[in-house]
């Protein structure tokens, strides 16, 4: 669907008409037209590639889009899965036919790294129908279920891979739901450390819609990362949190320089018409000034992301829309309202063999009668809603010198016809100086100036009506155009902007943020009120008109919670966990001063919050580590939870895992609850070190093992660890059963159903409590919690694999 428009329930419900408010009855998709007249005439206006091209580029447009993945995770997982997928999948699709018809088997991207991006075209319900293929598709749906793959628009990809995330970079992802990006931005931080290690950095995934941001949590959780947090803020108005060197740091009234980021990606809300291809009720919704109503926030969002940014780091604004008012216009209007202070950068070496187009200079706009339109000043009146025509000059294009002199064509155009894509559209910005008052209130200076001329001009050349006048007018505004250029470019290309510049910290002095002049400051939402404090924002012109109550969230706050102090430190004395693994980052959602489950994040998330105390709205952060067990003899009150295991495993106390060999896994794989005379002396020796009604860790190290005579169906690099339960004559998984089935089908090559046998016995077992044949098993589901499941969706138990 268009992105801005709200979801449809199943078979796409009935569309509006637009003009008499009467539903239009229902069309499936074939049906519906894949054409669209002012689509068309509108984009052959722009000339976004050549008249002869553009047939190719209008029916690439309607062709379905093949199916996309990416292969997520850990860089050794992600390596055993493209592993399985090339020994396994590929050939066997490559030998397969349907109908006569051979299969064309699924194929890596050629510019996504590591061949971990990959496309097919087997269309789905040819997918899901053919018995043959059902194998490849339910693959892809336990796959994409436990989070080791994520089906995703090919071009969708492109922009975290463009925003060169490092492991130390303080990354916040602007408008993140659902997610997919966020999860390519979370695995280039943890790309870049020793497997074990926790980066420095952290990756802020917000939000401002709180549903979708619950949908975030589902997405994230399947990563593993403690170095995440999800927020929920309008992005243009995302808070200031400072560096906490005043008085009150952590209650929001803290002062010091404000944290910025390395690193911001701003996927802004669009119009969509970049997906026709996916979205065919693109075609009947279509208009032009869709994107009228959407350059003004897109607009804010990324000037505040202009804000946000440290001075020499890095953003990418993208949107899957190809309309330039969404997309140049935002861009150059930005860059001109900062003045030099961001610039766009040169990327095209980077991702060679991604095929792509510059950025245009110019372009026209389309009013809802139809006509097209190269100023505002030959607009009329009740050509365009009021709501528009405030922003209208930010719909066109600054004009050719200036558009030039920001190097508008470092911005990347995506089409359909390029490599059979969705479209895209891709700008990557620097922040070469920082954004000061002082730079501000000069623009502000010249903004006003500017317009007093033009308005001035434009006076005169009405009321003479002729065309002498008017040649002066455009001369005038194109000398000044071409003197800010000038200045511009001087300053952009040096990287030492001639211009007096300040440190944020300076500013802030130096212009003394009195009281009295903070309480003429206009009052933003409740929760980001803090923000009207911010100096950096006196000046900006897009502080929001109506105050916006933000209810307070659904859930608990998080709480850190003591390591060395009540049921925390029991805890961590019974599975051994000493210093090594970061004590402060301990955390939980207090319900009446006990906790179900305790969380677990980096020293840089918990330094994140705690600087920015209740400014920042939290939906949800770090990796359940603990969950409150339900076994009333087990050793200790709270058990392992599968998605922390990797977390943990590196400070449990050694004899809680487990290593064996791969027969032993099997047993552990193939058998509910195997006993513990199935498997193998070394391995019983092991567990008997064991407290009794515990969890464990049974542990498989393909390397360590690469002699043994029984070897893993495929070849496996990635260490296995998985959570158990041993009891007094058993053992039992504790993971959810398609991570299990998952994992079962990439170690065993088959599949098992554990279903009905498994749920049985869970249903005969509230407690854990010996069985007839002297096995016992874990009540799962009163290990779950609640409100975290609800909000995700689904277990959040994880995969294993380990660096
Ligand atoms: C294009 S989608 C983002 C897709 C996402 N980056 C991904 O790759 O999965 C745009 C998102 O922006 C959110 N959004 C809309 N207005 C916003 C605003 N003012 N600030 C922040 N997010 C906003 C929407 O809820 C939506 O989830």
Redesign the pocket.
Known sequence: MG?MGKRKGKGGGKAKNHVSGERAAYRSFDELRRDNESFRKYYQAQKLVDADEFPAFMEAMRTVLPTNFRITGSRQQAVDIREQIMTEFVPYLRSISIEGVDVEPPHPLAWYPHNFGWQFTIPRIALKKSAALGKFHSFLVTETEVGNISRQEAV?MVPPLLLDVQPQHLVL?????????TAQLVEALHAGVAPGETPRGLVVA????YK?ACMLVHQVNRLNSPNIVVTNH???RFPNIYDGAGAGAGTGGGRGAAVQFDRILC????SGDGTTRKNVRVWEKWRADDAHSLNP?QTK?LQRAAYLLKTGGRMVYSTCSLNPIENEAVVAHVLSHFEGALRLVDVSAELPELRRRPGLATWKVMTRDGELHETPASIATNAMPRSHRRYVDAFFPLDRARMDALHIERCMRIYSHLQNTGGFFVAVLEKVAPISVNEKKKAAERAERLQREYDELDLERKREQGAAAEAEAEAVSAAEAVAVAVAAAEDAESGAPKRQIETEAETEEETGATAASEAKRPKVDSADNNNSNDDDERMAPYLPDEPREDPALPENPFVFLDADAGELKNILAFYGIGPSMSRRGFLSRMENSTYRSVYHVSDSVRRLMELAGQRLRVVNTGIRVFNRNCVKDAGCAYRLVCEGVPQLLPHLAPHFVVDVPFADLRVVLEQINPLLESLSAPTRERIAAVPMSSSIIVRYDPAAHAADAEQPFTRLTAVLALPCWRGHASISVHMDKNQLGSLIHRVLGHTIDRSSEGRLKLANNTRSAPQDDGTETQDQELDQEPDREQMQGQDQDQSMGQE
């Open positions: 992105r969708s992802d602007m408008c993140a739901a659902p997610g997919s990006k917000n939000d401002a819609d979708r309008s992005g243009e996927d802004v809300p669009c926030i969002i």
